[in-house]
């Protein structure tokens, strides 16, 4: 498999359980070696990764701050710079009011708050996330993709495995989605909604009189009573179709543009 990751983007990868999503995650981050073959970045050299897994394992009975100032000791910070990184982690994950809490109290939501945090000591270029959603409130899910977004808009490049659809509208700015150990499908999020269905320019009375003209523009433009449709490459011409209807005296009630249903190309994929 091949996938491509620029600076600044964020790649949800999607799949059913045994695809293979968290083997390849395993493997990206060297903690599982491949049976066979190679893993080789295209630059010919790795960013600094920060890794959260689906599954977090932590000392019990150590407490939150005790244990990220821990594990920063380990992330090459010295001791005089460990207490405000570990401030800063903190408080960038919504975890200073819970730092003096026993791991073993912690909550699902808080212990994959304690997982990017972790992830996050050493700045790495590179964030790899398995289910980073998992177990959060919907507070906690739209909190951690503020927290996501802001990282992207600081430079981090992130690659994320999650089965939350929402999440990657929301979050990604391209997918890719797994099956049997293979990537059957790449796209960036743009295109999945540009090729989602066509958009609609409805109109307050019947277009008849200028139905001719409209549909000459291009061929994807078709004229149905009182709407205009405009499919594919013919999306260009909106402002142009925009500019003829109100000429021609019509007044524009709405435009609808049908949401991408990422449930039907993944259905699809995954059945392939």
Request: charged share 20%; aromatic share 2%; with cysteine.
């Amino acid at each position: 498999m091949s996938l491509t990751l620029g600076r600044n983007q964020i790649l949800g990868i999607l799949g059913p359980n045994g695809a293979g999503k968290t083997t390849l995650l395993r493997v990206l981050t060297g903690i599982l070696p491949p049976n066979s073959g190679e893993i080789v970045p295209l630059a010919g050299q790795w960013p600094k990764i920060g890794f959260k897994p689906e599954r977090l394992h932590f000392p019990e009975r150590m407490k939150v701050r005790q244990y990220l100032t821990m594990m920063a000791s380990m992330s090459g910070y010295s001791r005089r710079e460990t207490p405000a990184a570990v401030d800063q982690i903190l408080q960038l994950v919504g975890m200073t009011s819970a730092q003096n809490h026993k791991i073993s109290k912690c909550s699902k939501g808080m212990r994959q708050r304690i997982g990017l945090a972790q992830a996050l000591l050493g700045d790495p270029d590179l964030l790899i996330l398995d289910e980073p959603g998992d177990g959060l409130d919907p507070i906690g899910q739209q909190e951690m993709r503020a927290i996501l977004q802001m990282l992207r808009e600081q430079g981090k490049t992130i690659l994320m495995c999650t089965h939350r659809l929402n999440d990657v509208k929301a979050l990604c700015t391209d997918i890719a989605i797994m099956s049997r150990g293979e990537i059957v499908y790449t796209s960036s999020l743009s295109k999945v909604t540009e090729s989602s269905g066509n958009t609609q320019i409805i109109c307050d009375g019947n277009l008849d009189t200028i139905r001719s003209l409209l549909e000459s523009l291009n061929p994807g433009i078709k004229v149905i009573e009182n709407r205009v449709e405009l499919a594919q490459e013919a999306l260009s011409l909106r402002r142009d179709v925009l500019r003829l209807l109100l000429s021609a005296g019509h007044d524009v009630l709405r435009i609808e543009r049908p949401e991408a249903s990422l449930n039907d190309i993944y259905a699809k994929m995954i059945r392939q």
